[in-house]
């Protein structure tokens, strides 16, 4: 089992910035693929961005692309989502998800996809105004 736990969601301006933070603890983190999804009332849950156990690899939604930055630290059991030039339509609950590195490849389309990811957080709520 993985514990994770979101942090650092909160109202901000159109074009302003957030960081959000995941703290992971009961396993060995470095054996997790990590992702950051987030669901916007009465839509489905989609991906924003993933990494690879090591770090070494990144993959983004087309919507984040060039303004989102997904990050880890194996060391501290950390991920991170560096958030620019938010807009309205970021607003949305983001959470953090594991999937053992043994079960996916953070290559594929599946890394995409919330049915490849094993352990959720409770979720933070990003509020955009414009």
């Known amino acids: 089992q993985v514990q994770l736990v979101e942090s650092g969601g909160g109202l901000v301006q159109a074009g302003g910035s957030l960081r959000l933070s995941c703290a992971a603890s009961g396993r060995t983190f470095s054996n997790y693929h990590m992702g950051w999804f987030r669901q916007a009332p009465g839509k489905e849950r989609e991906f924003g961005a993933g990494?690879?156990?090591?770090?070494?690899?990144?993959f983004y939604a087309d919507s984040v692309k060039g303004r989102f930055t997904i990050s880890r630290d194996n060391a501290n059991n950390m991920v991170y989502l560096q958030m620019n030039s938010l807009k309205p339509e970021d607003t949305a609950v983001y959470y953090c998800a594991a999937a053992p590195k043994y079960s996916l490849d953070s290559r594929t389309p599946d890394a995409r996809t919330p049915d490849a990811y094993a352990y959720w957080g409770q979720g933070t709520q990003v509020t955009v105004s414009s």
């Open positions: 990494i690879s156990w090591s770090g070494r690899i990144t």
